[in-house]
Each structure stands twice: as structure tokens, then as C-alpha cells.
């Protein structure tokens, strides 16, 4: 406890509290703006903090990190134009509300759940972040697969209107994930032969392609009269009403992200995704998810904040970095001459505490500053689309070439805008690519693992009480929808014989 | 909107959508031989920020601008193991302001045929590091030495789990070396990152991790990782009782090292100028620090440009007799 109360006295310095505001507005800057990751950001920050205390430096760096997993969903909602890979959930029902006229509603809702995940997480992490990062290492490849297999298994629910197209859209995600040199075998898996293609498919060109380039085509080519009437753009907090409505999935997003950004290897996306599709699995009302719902927005806002602390957990506690950025703080910790594991805890407790703090009152400061960043940023919808329009698509041009200074990766953009464009003209839904490509790597990968680790005998997967419990929930929930629908056809077919 | 404002629209859209994709790939334009540097270098990196590549950039390039007077920059081109990165250097001008900073994969993909740039494409500027590759246990292992590891392997062939980054890699090539040299096979794990590979290993899912010092120096410091061999010609200083292969009759002491190289074609002058450069950044403190921060100075990895050549050419010859024994040539 005494660190504890010293570390709240180190983080009310004026530098400390500084560098967490700072690193706030850059964050949310960098994450609002296509292209610009906040993994970027950290990197280009890292060089600065040298000179900086560490604790300072760490602040810095947290609270870009926080913020620009918030921040990402602002483009999202407004623009169907993720900022950050984290934030491509948050398009599905988050865009709809901005369609009906309710950007502000949108927000406001990811305003609420993220600061409350996030700090959620943070109180997560001080009461019991050793213990957690050791429960996460009775993850094993089995575990994984199971827990990779569950989120895709909500595919049924999600295309519960047509199960053939949300199939379909399933396995062509799936099928994605596999382009690239077979990282289990090391042979090229439809890469033509092209180089650019070796490393597989990035993720963040597709999703790019699909929801932005895809509703500029739409816009252009269909929705000329544009269109939305909106009011004064105000991100008023959710309702009282709302905010006790949304209550329980913002408490299950953040417990569920929490747990998924502990685990080493996976980060704030996959459980974004994971978090919706269990938000979707449990709601009673799974159909008017992807219309817009406000839980649709909740569900994932709430999760990829939590999970950005999450990861905090084997970085600092393991010294085993969970996402891309936590991989890139890793660099800068031992630059910084501190070694992360469980002596950093023991010895370093102040700083660890510094850091936990630090992740919490940089969400709360996602909470106060938000609303002013936001009336400033959704302005930008006034604009009109003519000049928008093409506005939006350089930033995604720019922004699909900047993740790895490929032009492949242009070119991959502007191909799934088209198909993205086509695929919807058809009714085809998009959320269960995003599942396919997000997921498909990882349970393919685990899969396969597993088998070399049994020597090719299946049993691992019943063996571990953990992951046969989550490929038993997958597999009923895979079942239960489509059992539902042939139970329906047949009552209808009874009900009406010869018709 | 009228049919006449949607098509003008639809054009302005191409319009900028052919301007920026087109500022996007441009490359950069030369003159003559003027005085070298005058304008600032690009670093090509072939992997993504934070990764070994990545740190060792950043951490020479730093120097080596303030030497040559101009900056560095460091500009990531993850995809390939660095293959992506390696022919975007051979794009561009043999001008010395293109340098890359590649490493191991390089010879490693060469052997696999992953890209088609032979090393005659490139000029080596130098060698500066050379990591010191260790077999790994946690300290609740039931191994405690490296011959409790060989004879468990000899009494149970393909039972131990070994973890490595990546399937035909660097990692899988020494420990196939390793399994010829010692007479036993082992259960290869092959792993995307080696974040979850130390996971696994913590978790007890695998039994030994091939890994450097550097990435889990913090968990070999409290003890609950233990280093039970290292690849390495020499007893290292820091660890007098760590076996290294050549204590136990194998002659196996590749690691991953780190360079320079820049496109053939370059004028020499730049080239020796650039070998001087790094020759010097190599020993500044700032880049000794990180260094010594993330124990790449357990062995000496400078060689000159000469050099490097050389041993780079050898290990490919190395990599590709390995990786045809292990199917991945056929």
C-alpha cells in the first residue's frame, strides 16, 4: 500500500501528469487518424523519452497506447473507417448509428465503455496482475484453438438472416488467412509466386478496403443525396437509462478483454472480436446486432481497452510481450535498463504502481477530454461528401501504404473495396470475414501445434479440461441456431402442407 | 445529384486515387558524384518495429548519422523475413543513400529460394553483431543440464519439445545441426513470435526453448529460466559454467548476426567511407550501451565488409545442406 500511495504522489508531479496528458492527445490523435497506428506512435516516441525519467517516459508511452485504442473507433463510427485495427467491430453497429442520424449516441456510448474498460482493466491489473499473468500460462496450444474456435462460432448467430452467405463471407475470412508462407511448415500458400504476398494478407488493408473504400464506392455510386440530418454534434454521455442498460455487457466486455489481453500473443483486436461475438451469443435480442445496436458498440469499446492493460500483465510480469505495441515497450524497457519479470514487481514496486496508475488516469482522461476532441473531429461529417469523400480516400491510400511501406498493400485496399462494394450489394455480411481473418490464423496455427506436440493424436484437445469445455460451448452454439432454423422450416412445412 | 456531377465526381475521385497511389511508390532521384553525404540516408529494416533488426537500426543508425554528418533514418518494410526489404534496396539507386540492415534470414532465404537476389546483388559493409544462440530451460525443468537433456532425447526419441521461432528458419536449422551432432531426435515446436514461445515454455508446454539471452535476460536474471548451452566458439565471460557446443563435440556456432549491406554498383569511395562509419558507430557509447542492455557483447560480431562476404556466403552453404536434409529443398 505504501508503494502504492507513492506512486499516486510521483504521478501528480507536473511532469508526470504532463506526460500522461500528452501522451492522451497524441494518442487519440494518432488512433483517429487512418494509417497512423498507435504502435507508430510509440515508436517514434520511444527515441524521445531517453532523456526522460523512466516512470515519465512509461507514462508517455501508456497513455498514447490507451488512447489510441479509444480513439480508433471516433473514424470508425463516423467514417466506417477504422483508425486502428482495434476499432473494426466497432464499425459494424457504430456506422449504423451514424447512418440513422445518432453519430452522437455512437460516441457518447464508446466514450462511456472504453474509459470504463479501461479503467476497469487498470483496477484489474493492481489488484491481481501476478497472479493472472501465471493463470495465462496454463494456456497451451489447445486452450487457444479452443478459444479461437469459440469466437468463430458465432458465425451461425451472426448470419442468422442467411446462413449459406454468412458461410460463405466465414470461410473466404478463413481463406485469407491462410495466404503467406505456412508459418507452421514453411512453404508459400497462394502467393503466385508474388513476393509481396509472402507474408500473408495484412489484416488492416482488408478491413480498410471492406468498410471504407467499399462505402465510398457506395456513396458515390448510390447515396448521392447525401443525406444524414444532423443536429449539433454533442457527445453527451449515454443516458442514465442507457448507461444501466449497457451496464452488463460493459462489465462482461472488460472481464472478457482483461482475460484475452493477458494471454501472451493476442491483443486488443481478437478481443475485440471475441467480445462481441459473446455479446451477440448472449443477448436475446442477436438479431438487431449490426443495426445499429448500441450494445454492438459497448461490447467491443469496453473489451479492446481492457485488453490494452491486459497486455500490460506478461509484459511487465513475464517480460512477455501481448501485442504489437506492448512488443515495441518491451524494446524501450530495457533500453530504459529495466528488465521486466517478477523482480520488477518485487523490487520496482513503485514503478509498477506508477504504471498501473498511470493506465487508469489516462483512461479517466479519455472520459474528460474525449467530448472536446470528438465535437472537433465530427465536425469534419459537415463537410460535403464531394470533398470528403475523396479526402477519406487518400487518408486510406496513404494510410494502407504506411503499415509496412508496401505498395501491395495499396493495391490489396482498393481490390477489397471493390469486392467489399460488390459482396454488400449482395447482402453478404461483412462482420464474418473480420471474424474469419482475425481468427483463422490463430486457430489454424494452434491446431497444428497441438497435433505436433500429441504426435498427431487428437485426445490433446479432450485431455485439457480447459479446452474441451470451450470447444463443447462452440460446438453447441455452432449447432443451435441452425437446429432452431430446420426446426422452424419444419413447423412452417407442417403448418402449410403443399405450400 | 445530376448524372454529369456523379460522373465528375467519380473522375475526381480516380483522379486522386491515380495521384496518391502514384507519390506512394515513387522513388527518389539521383545526380552526380557529388560529395558523399549530402542529403539524408534511408535504413531499410525488413522486419516490423521493436524486433532485434529494429532495435539494432536504430541503435547504429544514431551514430552513424552523426559520424557521416547526415541523418540516418530508419524506415521499416516488414514482410518476407526481410525479403520484401532486401529487393526494394535493389530498386533503388546504387547511391549509398539506400542502406539495409539485414541479418541471418537473409542467407536463410537465399538457401530456401525466397528471393531471387544472389549476395553478387549486394555489397557487404559490415558485420556488427553476431547473438549467441542457447538452449533454454525453466528452473522447475525436470532437465538441469544439457545431459539430462541428451540422454532423455536418446531414451525417447521425438518426446522432447523443443520451441524455435519460425518452421525453415534459423532456429530450426541449428537445432536440426544440433539433433545430427548429438545423435537424437527431438519434437520441434516451431512458433510465430517468441513472446508465446517463452509463454509456452513458462507454461510448461514445451521443454526447451532455443532463444537468445537478450529477449528474456529479466526471467535469467531471477533464475527461472536457465541457459543450459550455448552455440558459441568460446566459454562465454559472463556465464563461466555454461557448456558451449564445443565442449560437448559439436561443432555448431552459427547465431544470428546483424549487418550492412547497400546495392552493387555503389562507388567504392561511398562504400569505404560507409565500413569506416559503421566501424566507428560500432564503438560509440551510445551504441555500446544498447548493446550491453540487451547482451549482444557475450561475443565479438564486427567483421568488415570483406569478411562479412564471406561468412555470409558460408552460412548459406550451411543453411541450404541443412534445410535439403530436412525437405524443405527438394
Redesign the interface.
Known amino acids: 500500500m505504501d508503494s502504492f500511495l507513492a506512486a499516486l504522489l510521483h504521478i501528480i508531479q507536473p511532469s508526470n501528469l504532463a506526460a500522461v496528458l500528452g501522451g492522451a492527445l497524441l494518442g487519440m490523435l494518432s488512433g483517429a487518424t487512418p494509417g497512423v497506428s498507435g ?2 506512435m510509440v ?1 517514434l516516441l520511444i ?1 524521445l523519452t531517453y532523456t526522460l525519467e523512466p516512470d515519465t517516459a512509461f507514462l508517455l508511452l501508456i497513455s498514447v497506447y490507451c488512447s489510441a485504442v479509444f480513439s480508433g473507433s471516433i473514424s470508425a463510427i463516423l467514417f466506417r473507417t477504422p483508425g486502428a485495427p482495434e476499432a473494426v467491430a466497432t464499425t459494424l453497429d457504430g456506422y449504423e448509428l451514424t447512418k440513422q442520424g445518432k453519430p452522437h449516441e455512437a460516441l457518447g456510448i464508446s466514450v462511456y465503455s472504453s474509459a470504463l474498460g479501461g479503467l476497469l482493466g487498470g483496477a484489474a491489473l493492481i489488484l491481481v496482475a501476478p497472479q493472472l499473468a501465471k493463470i ?6 489447445p486452450e487457444y484453438f479452443g478459444m479461437a474456435i469459440m469466437g468463430l462460432s458465432v458465425v451461425t448467430t451472426l448470419g442468422a438472416k442467411n446462413m449459406v452467405k454468412a458461410f460463405l463471407a466465414a470461410l473466404l475470412g478463413l481463406f485469407l488467412a491462410t495466404v503467406g ?8 500458400r497462394f502467393t503466385f509466386g508474388l ?2 504476398l ?2 500473408g494478407i495484412d489484416f488492416i488493408p482488408v478491413l480498410i478496403g471492406l468498410f471504407a473504400i467499399s462505402e ?1 464506392l457506395r456513396q ?1 455510386m448510390e447515396d ?2 447525401v443525406k444524414v440530418k444532423l443536429g449539433k454534434i454533442r457527445t453527451s454521455l449515454p443516458s442514465f437509462a442507457m448507461q444501466k442498460r449497457l451496464m452488463p455487457t460493459i462489465l462482461g466486455g472488460s472481464a472478457l478483454g482483461t482475460v484475452i489481453g493477458i494471454l ?2 493476442i491483443g486488443a483486436t481478437t478481443a475485440a472480436m471475441v467480445s462481441y461475438s459473446e455479446a451477440v451469443r448472449w443477448s436475446k435480442t442477436p438479431e438487431k446486432f449490426g443495426t445499429g445496436h448500441p450494445e454492438g458498440v459497448a461490447a467491443p469499446e469496453s473489451s479492446n481497452n481492457a485488453a490494452a492493460n491486459g497486455a500490460m500483465v ?1 509484459l511487465l510480469a ?5 501485442s ?1 505495441t506492448t ?5 524501450a524497457f ?2 530504459h ?1 529495466l ?6 514487481f518485487t523490487e520496482q514496486a513503485e514503478f509498477i504502481n506508477t504504471i498501473f496508475l498511470g493506465t487508469m488516469i489516462a483512461n479517466a482522461i479519455i472520459l474528460l477530454v474525449a467530448p472536446f476532441f470528438i465535437r472537433g473531429f465530427a465536425n469534419i461529417i459537415r463537410i460535403p461528401y ?1 470533398i470528403l ?2 479526402v477519406i ?2 487518408l486510406c ?2 494510410g494502407s ?1 504506411a503499415i ?4 501491395m498493400d ?1 493495391w490489396l485496399t ?1 481490390g477489397f473495396g471493390v469486392l467489399g462494394y460488390i459482396l454488400e450489394k449482395y447482402h453478404f455480411p461483412l462482420s464474418p470475414i473480420i471474424l474469419g481473418i482475425v481468427l483463422g490464423g490463430l486457430a489454424e ?1 494452434e491446431f497444428r ?1 497441438s497435433l ?2 500429441s ?1 498427431g493424436d487428437y485426445a490433446i484437445f479432450l485431455n485439457s479440461p480447459i479446452a474441451a469445455v470451450l470447444l463443447g460451448v462452440s460446438l453447441l452454439s455452432f449447432i443451435a441456431p441452425i437446429a432452431v432454423n430446420i426446426y422452424k422450416k419444419r413447423k412452417a412445412n407442417v403448418a402449410a402442407p403443399g405450400a | ?1 445530376t448524372t454529369k ?2 460522373a465528375s ?2 473522375c ?2 480516380l483522379l ?2 491515380v495521384l ?2 502514384g507519390g ?2 515513387g522513388g527518389s532521384a539521383t545526380d552526380g558524384k557529388a560529395k558523399y553525404p549530402e542529403r539524408p540516408i534511408e535504413g531499410i529494416v525488413g522486419w ?4 532485434g533488426t ?2 539494432f537500426a ?1 541503435a547504429i543508425a ?1 551514430p552513424a548519422g552523426e559520424i557521416l554528418g547526415q541523418p540516418v533514418a530508419v ?7 526481410g ?2 526489404a532486401g ?1 526494394y534496396v535493389t530498386q533503388q539507386p546504387a547511391d549509398g543513400y539506400t542502406l539495409w540492415f539485414m541479418g541471418s534470414n537473409y542467407a536463410v532465404n537465399v538457401a ?1 529460394g ?2 531471387p537476389h544472389k549476395l553478387d546483388q549486394y555489397i557487404p559493409v559490415a558485420r556488427i553483431q553476431h547473438d549467441t544462440a542457447m538452449l533454454q530451460v525453466t528452473k522447475t525443468s525436470k532437465f538441469k543440464t544439457i545431459d539430462d537433456i541428451i540422454a532423455y532425447a536418446k531414451a525417447n526419441p ?1 518426446k522432447l ?1 523443443v520451441g524455435g521461432t ?4 534459423f532456429d ?1 536449422v541449428v537445432v536440426a545441426l544440433w539433433e545430427d551432432a548429438a545423435g537424437i531426435k527431438v ?1 520441434y ?5 517468441g ?2 514461445m ?3 515454455l ?4 514445451l521443454d526447451v526453448m532455443f532463444e537468445e539471452l ?6 535469467v ?2 533464475g ?1 529460466l536457465i541457459p543450459v548451452l550455448a552455440f558459441s566458439e568460446k566459454k562465454l565471460e559472463k556465464f563461466p559454467n555454461l557448456p558451449v557446443a564445443p565442449d560437448k563435440g559439436w561443432n555448431i556456432t552459427l547465431g544470428n548476426w546483424r549487418g550492412v549491406m547497400v546495392k552493387k554498383g555503389t562507388d567504392p569511395a561511398v562504400v569505404k567511407k560507409l565500413e569506416e562509419t559503421f566501424t566507428k558507430a560500432k564503438d560509440t557509447p551510445t551504441y555500446k550501451k ?1 548493446e550491453k ?2 547482451y549482444l557483447d557475450l561475443r565479438a560480431g564486427y567483421l568488415n565488409g570483406k569478411d562479412y562476404g564471406a561468412a555470409i556466403q558460408k552460412d548459406i552453404d550451411i543453411y541450404k545442406k541443412a534445410l535439403t536434409k530436412l525437405g ?1 529443398i527438394k
Open positions: 504502435t507508430m515508436v527515441p495465462a500460462l496454463a494456456f497451451g496450444p508462407i505456412d508459418p507452421m511448415a514453411g512453404i508459400p513476393p509481396s509472402m507474408s465510398i458515390v448521392t443525396s501472451p500473443g506478461p513475464l517480460g512477455i510481450p501481448g504489437a512488443a515495441v515497450m518491451l524494446g530495457i533500453l535498463g528488465k521486466p519479470g517478477p523482480l520488477l464531394p469523400g475523396p480516400l487518400v491510400i496513404v501504404y509496412r511501406n508496401n505498395m495499396v482498393l496455427q501445434r505436433i506436440m504426435e | 445529384m456531377s456523379r465526381l467519380i475526381v475521385l486522386v486515387a496518391v497511389v506512394c511508390g516490423g518495429a521493436g524486433g529494429d532495435v536504430r544514431k524506415k521499416n518494410m516488414p514482410g518476407s523475413s525479403a520484401i529487393d530456401l525466397r528471393t521425438g519439445k519460425g518452421a525453415a528458419s530450426e519434437n515446436v516451431p512458433y510465430e513470435n513472446g508465446q517463452q509463454a509456452a513458462l507454461g510448461g508446454h537478450g529477449p528474456v535476460a529479466g526471467r536474471a531471477d527461472s544498447v542492455d540487451t524443405y
